[in-house]
């Protein structure tokens, strides 16, 4: 077994710190969890459930920053994001191996998650022009209009486990560079790697109080969602809490956008490419264990390709399953013991509920890490819409497989299905794909693409099940959604002794 990256140990991290007002501090909570390498068992560090007060502070804090940041020139709050990204970019490495240490991934996945909370921090670097309002001259005699793009103030972002440096990095760069403070409740399963970003934004330059974290789980996100100087809550994560934030934030008057759980199906036409449609699938399926709100984990098999069902479980066979830092893996553990035990019941109901498991993960041996929270890729043919295997978002290594005649029964099956994250569709027909994008009604369409999240410039855009509120993390919705709109009416008088008199009616243009 090799030992655990050494950045842990060099860190000698026993406690996680709560930032407040610029310093980070030890937590005066009694409730404490460890954080776990799900490969090895072993102990990285404890993080504090904050106790009220804590939480009160941090907010405090991010609203006192507010009066003064919220001033603070556009360039200069976008030259922090410059220096920032450069800073993320040069510790990648160290950042990835505390994450899959944490979290489970491979080492290359880390990375992947670190990039692509990356290219947000880079997308901030434009916020001199993301930022930017309307005008419009002369609306009547003398008058113009234009809005203002005002930052709201306090905004919080909570955040799920699967990405510690992607999710967290959707949220509090674009708010700040907006103008607004931030208060952020990372994972408290895998808070490492998020703190050691939230370290590298404060040598950026982010000054004190514009950027805050707590720790915690139900209560702080509660206190979160019902504090009096909360504007907007960012929420990512399951389907229940994810609603719970929405309505519990919503109620307190905060704008909330909530991204949460998924079943992303990929539809396989006869003409795909054969061969690079099973390598996405089986990438798609099983890569981060499946722990990915965009995996693919229903295949749907269109007409004749129902054949390709033994390849795609030989490919799936030939899949490495090791611990994350070990060269060569392809699936580390999933995150938690109680993870694992989730899956596997969920795999045994599908086995009782009459699917067939056309290839059984359960019991899967990884030598030196027996400890490990290991589920080998298992898929699953014949299954039914009625199955818990098909209704549950399984969020492991497991890809479930169905057979439909035609594509417009894989569309009906796909809009049955009540989450709207990704969809991928495989095909080599132009004409196909066009009926497809058109017809689904899932927000984020891959075609020949099974993993279809957007680069920045874009928003991500998940729908019905799998989002609630209106807008999208990063891009220019998430402009939108960090700040609001002001709008001016002026008139300004070339001659100031002429007078139009007192006028009652509403103008007439
Ligand atoms: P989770 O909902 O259990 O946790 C998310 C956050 O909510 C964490 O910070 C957690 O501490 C907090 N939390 C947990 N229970 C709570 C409660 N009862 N009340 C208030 N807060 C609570 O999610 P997870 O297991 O960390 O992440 C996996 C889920 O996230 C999956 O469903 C996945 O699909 C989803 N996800 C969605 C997206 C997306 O963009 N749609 C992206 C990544 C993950």
Not at 9 to 26: H, P, Q, S, Y
Not at 60 to 68: C, D, E, I, V
Not at 368 to 387: H, K, Q
Not at 420 to 441: C, H, M, P, W, Y
Request: net charge neutral; hydrophobic share 45%.
């Amino acid at each position: 077994m090799s030992a655990i990256p050494s950045t842990l140990a060099d860190r000698k991290v026993d406690t996680v710190k709560l930032l407040i007002n610029g310093e980070f501090v030890e937590s005066n909570a009694t409730d404490w969890r460890d954080i776990v390498n799900p490969a090895t068992q072993e102990v990285l560090a404890r993080v504090p459930f904050a106790t009220k007060a804590e939480v009160d502070a941090a907010i405090r804090s991010a609203h006192a920053a507010f009066a003064t940041w919220k001033n603070t020139p556009i360039g200069a709050r976008m030259r922090i994001m410059l220096k920032y990204q450069a800073l993320v970019r040069e510790h990648m490495p160290r950042i990835a191996k505390t994450l899959t240490a944490e979290q489970g991934k491979t080492l290359p996945d880390a990375e992947g998650d670190i990039f692509r909370g990356l290219e947000v921090v880079e997308h901030a670097c434009s916020i001199g022009t993301l930022q930017l309002g309307e005008f419009a001259e002369n609306v009547a005699g003398s008058v113009d209009t234009y809005t203002l793009r005002q930052p709201i103030g306090v905004c919080a972002g909570i955040t799920p486990f699967n990405f510690p440096a992607m999710i967290p990095l959707w949220m509090f760069p674009m708010a700040i560079v907006c103008g607004n403070t931030f208060v952020l409740k990372p994972s408290e399963q895998d808070p490492l790697s998020t703190m050691q970003l939230v370290e590298l934004a404060i040598e950026a330059g982010v000054p004190k109080g514009v950027l805050n974290v707590v720790h915690g789980g139900k209560e702080v996100v509660d206190g979160l969602c019902t504090h009096e100087l909360v504007k907007a809550i960012s929420f990512v994560g399951s389907t229940a809490v994810g609603t719970h934030v929405y309505n519990l934030g919503s109620q307190h008057g905060k704008r909330v956008q909530s991204m949460m759980g998924a079943k992303n199906h990929a539809v396989v036409l006869p003409d795909a490419n054969r061969e690079q449609t099973l390598n996405a699938l089986v990438g798609a399926g099983f890569g981060a264990a499946g722990q990915r709100c965009m995996a693919t984990s229903v295949v749907v098999l269109v007409g004749s390709s129902k054949e390709w069902l033994p390849e795609l479980v030989a490919k799936a066979k030939t899949l490495k399953v090791n611990a994350g830092h070990e060269a060569g893996t392809d699936i580390g553990p999933v995150v938690s013991r109680a993870a694992k035990e989730r899956i596997l019941s969920l795999i045994e109901a599908g086995v009782k509920e009459g699917a067939t498991l056309a290839l059984d993960g359960r019991g899967v041996g990884v030598p030196g890490y027996e400890a490990g929270n290991f589920i080998g890729p298992t898929v699953f043919s014949d299954v039914a819409v009625e199955m818990d295997v098909y209704k549950t978002e399984i969020f492991g290594p497991v890809l479930c497989v169905m057979t439909v005649p035609t594509l417009d029964d894989a569309i009906a099956l796909v809009n049955s299905n009540p989450m709207g994250n990704g969809v991928g569709l495989f095909t080599q027909s132009g004409a196909a794909a066009r009926k497809f994008q058109s017809e689904i009604d899932v927000g984020q369409v891959g075609i020949n693409i099974p993993i279809p999240v957007p680069v920045p410039f874009f928003s991500f855009t998940g729908s019905r099940g799998s989002k609630l509120g209106d807008l999208g993390p990063y891009g220019k919705q998430v402009v939108q959604f960090y700040t609001q709109t002001k709008t001016v009416t002026a008139r300004w008088f070339d001659d100031a002794t002429v007078s139009d008199g007192v006028n009652t009616t509403i103008s007439l243009r």
